[in-house]
C-alpha cells in the first residue's frame, strides 16, 4: 500500500507484489481480515491520523495476526527543533517531514487501547542518545532555523534524487554476502547489520528507533 504510482510500479514489476494506491488513514474493506501480517517500517510517523490507521491494520489482520512496526523514538526525534525554539527563539527547518513524534509510553498506550498487546517493544541504536539528542542543550543539536522556503522546491529535489536511483535486482543478488553456496555468510553479515545487541524499554526514550510486534488481541 502506497499512495506514490512509481514506487508501487516498481514493486510490481520486480517483486510480483500486488499493490493497493491508498493512504492508511483510508480503509480499504477488500482487505478486511485478509493478513496474517501487517508491515509498516518507517510508516506510522508519517500519517495524520494514527487512532484510525491502527483501527484499519486491527480490522485487516486475521485473529491473532501480528502488526511489525519501526518507527524513530519521537522524543529524541523532535528535540533538534525543540532546542532550536528554545535557543533562538526561532522556527525550525521542517517542510517534509514526521508528521507525528511518538514517545515509548504513548506509542504503546495507544496500541493496547486499540487492540494488540506487546510481543516485543525495545528501542535501539544508541549512538545518538550518547551525543546528546534527547538530554543535551547544545547548539551543534539544533534543527536548521526556517528558511521559510517552498515545500515544492523540497519536493521537486528529491524527486530528482529518487528518479536517479537504480535499483537493479541482479546487481543486488550477486552482492558479495548473498552466497548460495555459503548461506551462513549471508546469515552472519544479516545479523551484523540488522540484529540489536542493546535493547532498551522504550518507556525510557532512550535510543533512535522503536522496534514494535504487536499481536491482535
Known amino acids: 500500500m502506497d499512495i506514490n504510482k512509481e514506487v508501487l510500479k516498481f514493486n510490481q514489476e520486480h517483486h510480483k507484489y500486488k499493490i493497493i494506491q491508498e493512504i492508511p488513514d483510508n480503509f ?5 481480515g485478509k493478513f496474517d501480517l501487517v508491515i509498516a517500517r518507517d510508516i506510522i510517523e508519517h500519517v495524520t491520523d494514527i487512532s484510525k490507521v491502527l483501527s484499519n491494520v486491527n480490522r ?3 485473529p491473532n495476526g ?8 519521537g522524543h529524541e526525534d523532535v528535540w533538534k527543533h525543540y532546542l532550536t525554539s528554545i535557543l533562538t527563539n526561532s522556527v ?6 514526521h508528521v507525528n513524534y511518538y514517545d515509548g509510553k504513548g506509542l504503546k498506550k495507544i ?3 486499540k487492540g494488540f498487546s506487546p510481543v516485543d517493544y525495545y528501542t535501539y541504536k544508541l549512538k545518538t542518545t550518547l551525543r546528546g539528542r534527547g538530554w543535551k542543550k547544545n547548539q551543534k543539536l539544533m534543527s536548521p532555523v526556517s528558511k521559510r522556503t517552498n515545500a515544492d522546491l523540497f519536493i521537486k529535489e528529491k524527486a530528482v534524487e529518487i528518479s536517479n536511483t537504480e535499483l537493479i535486482k541482479k546487481k543486488i543478488l550477486y552482492k558479495w554476502y548473498i552466497q548460495n553456496r555459503a548461506k551462513w555468510i549471508t546469515y552472519v553479515y544479516s545479523i551484523y547489520q540488522h540484529f540489536s545487541i ?15 510486534l504487536y499481536k491482535k488481541n
Open 92 to 97: 525550525s527547518e521542517l517542510l517534509i517531514n
Open 111 to 113: 496500541l493496547i487501547q
Open 60 to 62: 485487516y489482520l486475521t
Open 28 to 32: 480499504v474493506v477488500e482487505c478486511a
Open 198 to 212: 542493546i535493547r532498551i524499554n522504550p518507556e525510557l526514550n532512550i535510543g533512535h528507533e522503536i522496534y514494535g
Open 66 to 73: 501480528y502488526f511489525h512496526f519501526i518507527t524513530p523514538n
